[in-house]
């Protein structure tokens, strides 16, 4: 097991206002004052364009998280073959220095073996519909790997790919494919996250028939076998304990869990345990925005199944934390807590929670500890 430390999405570092020099320098002066000595991992996470790129780059970032999900064809899973066909045209062949006929039979009707008996041997069709579906993800990620390797070429990287944000799931041979053409074009992968069958919502347990997810996931881990080896991807990996049981039972392959977002979770927990009208403001405060902050996330969140703050008492507001409903509500909303500001141009909650985490710095290390423990003990066997 390794650390990757530095972390934080473009998405959250507008919405928390931070720098990704600001994301370093927490992951460093956090490890000086540990005493921590064996190396952490720095992930620039969820870019979508190369001035992403430069941005994490000029802070010493060195795994670049490539997220192409709005090149995902979504529809591709009921097209027709013609409408297929005439699809897989128009993508963009000059650049993959390729044609479609020589696509086609390099996959149409193949047999792949791969671990355990478990064979690829896709038809016409399924080509066509994984190509129309994922062409334009393998020609924005060249042209993203590409620019990092022509604009710094001696600067340390890992390439992870991640498609998870997308309403399609990745099948298997959709898995192979992608990858496959990318190792065709000199690109190597650290990693990679697929969609997966189920829900991975923020801040929750995974949602979802368990079973299908096992299946399907052993067939990814042993397309990740066969093509690199690479880590299969878990973002929204948060408090997904049901799936990393299973993950976990298994005792073979490489993963990477993303679980920094529930990290704000746990703080408001140790707020809520040693400043309850804090917590109250913060509560109520992100029930009021949860409809607005909802929509870059996935969640299902009820509000009407989180009462106001006054309706608790002060014992009872920490347990809120082990309500899907409740967690939800406060996890989308913390780009805005941490952002707010009153009339007087001051922040509304910022100051004040980071002072009473401050003050209170070993019962937060604590429960932080104890939640990260949950993550990795499935892992440890």
């Not at 999405?9 to 927490?26: F, G, N, W, Y």
């Not at 792949?112 to 478990?118: T, V």
């Amino acid at each position: 097991m390794r650390p990757v430390l530095a972390q934080q999405s473009i998405r959250e570092l507008e919405r928390t206002e931070r720098t990704p020099e600001e994301v370093m320098d927490a992951a460093t002066w956090a490890v000086f004052q540990e005493g921590y000595r064996d190396g952490f991992g720095s992930d620039a996470d969820h870019l979508k364009t190369t001035e992403d790129i430069d941005l994490m780059m000029a802070a010493g970032f060195t795994m670049f998280t490539i997220d192409p999900g709005s090149y995902v064809v979504n529809e591709a899973d009921t097209l027709s073959g013609p409408e297929l066909h005439e699809r897989a045209r128009s993508v963009d062949w000059d650049l993959l220095d390729d044609r479609l006929d020589d696509f086609l039979g390099r996959y149409e009707a193949r047999l792949f073996k791969l671990d355990d008996g478990f064979t690829l041997q896709p038809g016409r069709e399924e080509v066509l519909r994984a190509l129309t579906k994922y062409g334009g993800v393998i020609t924005h990620t060249l042209k993203m790997v590409r620019y990092l390797e022509e604009t710094y070429p001696d600067h340390p990287v890992e390439i992870e790919l991640s498609v998870d944000e997308t309403e399609s799931v990745t099948s298997p041979f959709e898995h192979f494919l992608v990858v496959s053409e990318l190792k065709r074009l000199g690109v190597e992968l650290v990693s990679l996250a697929p969609r997966f069958v189920g829900d991975f919502e923020k801040g929750i347990d995974y949602k979802g028939d368990i079973h299908r997810f096992a299946a399907e996931f052993v067939q990814h881990l042993a397309i990740a076998e066969a093509l690199g080896p690479y880590k299969i991807s878990f973002h929204s990996g948060s408090d997904k304990f049901t799936v990393y049981q299973l993950v976990g039972s298994l005792g073979r392959g490489r993963i990477h869990v993303k679980t920094a977002g529930t990290s704000y979770l746990e703080a408001l927990r140790t707020i809520a345990r040693v400043d309850p009208a804090l917590f109250r403001e913060i509560l109520d405060f992100s029930r009021e925005h949860y409809e607005v902050e909802k929509r870059t996330y996935h969640v299902s969140a009820d509000p009407q199944k989180v009462l106001p703050a006054e309706s608790y008492s002060d014992n009872e507001l920490a347990s809120l934390l082990e309500l899907d409903d409740a967690r939800q509500i406060l996890h989308v909303a913390f780009g805005k807590v941490l952002t707010d500001r009153d009339q007087s141009g001051g922040y509304a909650f910022r100051d004040r929670l980071l002072d009473t985490l401050e003050a209170h710095e070993e019962v937060h290390y604590d429960t932080l500890c104890r939640h990260f423990q949950r993550h990795i003990q499935p892992f440890s066997g």
